[in-house]
């Protein structure tokens, strides 16, 4: 499988000037990013928000660096420079690449997942698959495991350890029941499946630890 592109940080919005009469240029738009609140310009924010549209391509994992130049270039106010602005924002952390089948543990060490919206549950018909959604309304459905870690996975100190800490089942084996036969390899696969429109579709923010 190919590499895919997704956005990190979470959107705070544009900052305006404290002047009167009042500027309708914002001074800048600012993402939070680990433990920084970073300044973009209105164009870099313009392409780090590209990085969220088509969840259902997301879904799909189809979105890649060369698809999102591709998009920016042709888009109805075409960016010249998209290729130099993706990976510039690339090397600051706020757009992150990752093969779904590759090496997931340089990645995932490095970044917690934190969920927005709200968890749905699931349903007489789906009892395998959990909604989240705003209100009443899903946005998304995930298999029981990936929807735990959606949840809480925060509390661990990464989420490569969320992934490990899911997938021991020592406490599952001395209770008597049979080796579940995870890996926080397997499973952090399959939150990698399901990471990108998690994030595309607001339900969750991929944040990076502070640097040490």
Known sequence: ??????????????RYRYVRPPDPTPECYEVHLGDDLVELTETEAAVWAAAFLYPDQHAKLTVNRDSLVRMLETAPKPEP???????????????????????????????????????????PEAPHQHAIGVGDQPIVALPNH????????????????????????????????????????????????????????????????PAT
């Open 146 to 209: 990936v929807y735990g870690l959606w949840s809480f996975s925060y509390l661990l100190p990464n989420l490569w350890e969320a992934c490990v800490y899911y997938a021991d089942d020592s406490e599952h084996v001395a209770d008597g029941g049979r080796p579940l036969g995870d890996s926080g390899k397997s499973i952090a696969k399959d939150l990698a499946q399901h990471l990108p429109v998690l994030l595309a579709s607001a339900c969750a923010f991929l944040d990076p630890l």
């Open 1 to 14: 499988m190919s590499t895919v592109i997704v956005p990190a940080g979470l959107s705070m919005g544009p």
């Open 81 to 123: 420079h998209a290729g130099r602005y993706v990976d510039d924002l690339i090397a600051r952390g706020l757009l992150v690449e990752f093969d779904p089948d590759g090496d997931l543990q340089p990645v995932f060490s490095h970044h917690k997942l934190l969920p927005l919206a709200q968890g749905l549950g699931s349903t």
